[in-house]
DNA sequence: CGGTATCCAAAAGGATACTG
DNA sequence: CAGTATCCTTTTGGATACCG
């Protein structure tokens, strides 16, 4: 992989650029972990995701179902009934995202270390 | 890894999440993509990114460079250079992002697809 | 319950001018 | 050349109120 090709051009970015910020936002890499451990209505992906908004929420799971790594499940009922979960592509997206967040998790270490001697060098 | 202990707490993200974001920030995924490939100067990674700001590509560099995942070497010569390079770690980085963005570079089809089928089926 | 619409505050990002 | 400082615009995110 080059650089090129990642690059913005006038006034745009390229568009994998746009679905890997999809996958890394706030709130997307939340919600696919937990998607990924099992199918959430909207109400329990607000409780499992912390403090987010209802409209972030929102937000964030339509760019995901746009995307074509969630699946909605609207069920006709009242009250109303809607489940989230993940496509076959979320699942593999899902997968990326966590090891990522696994690798800084494994080198959180590391990064204390380099950030302590960072500020020392310059205190 | 469940996504609690990626959860906000009062007023402030977990410490690796941070650094989930400056590695798959704006410029910072382009910085450690070029950075992998070889090592760069200042003005050099300005033209490889396309269309950065100095303030932008500053400011990345100098979180990288504190997280510990890249190298500044700076020589005392006039006029200044000064050469930017990838840590043990920084390439730990590098690879993982660089994972995640040959995926969405595999399945940007899938993607545009589930797309157009979003978009149609609310048109 | 699961949203949408509106408004507002905060943060990110960039243009420009300046410096060692 | 490689930044820093300042100002300003754009984007993001959340609070609130309302709807089917």
Redesign the interface.
């Known amino acids: 992989?080059?650089?090129s090709g990642?690059?913005?051009d006038s006034d745009q970015m390229c568009?994998?650029?746009l679905?890997?910020?999809h996958?890394?936002s706030r709130w997307g890499?939340?919600a696919l972990?937990?998607l990924e451990?099992r199918s959430h209505r909207f109400s329990e992906l607000r409780r499992?995701?912390?403090?987010v908004s209802e409209k972030m929420l929102t937000q964030t799971l339509q760019t995901l179902?746009?995307?074509?790594?969630v699946h909605r499940d609207a069920k006709p009922v009242i009250p109303p009934r809607v489940d989230y979960s993940l496509t076959d592509?979320g699942r593999?997206?899902a997968e990326?995202?966590?090891?990522?967040?696994?690798?800084?998790?494994r080198?959180?270490d590391?990064?204390?270390?380099?950030?302590a001697?960072?500020?020392e060098a310059r205190s």
Do not use: C, F, S
Not at 65 to 69: H, P, T
Not at 110 to 115: E, G, I, L, N, P
């Open positions: 992989m080059t650089v990642w690059n913005l568009p994998q650029r679905v890997l910020e996958v890394t890499v939340l972990i937990a451990e499992a995701l912390g403090r179902e746009r995307d074509g790594l592509l593999e997206a990326q995202v966590r090891a990522l967040a696994a690798w800084t998790e080198r959180m590391d990064v204390h270390k380099a950030r001697a960072y500020d």
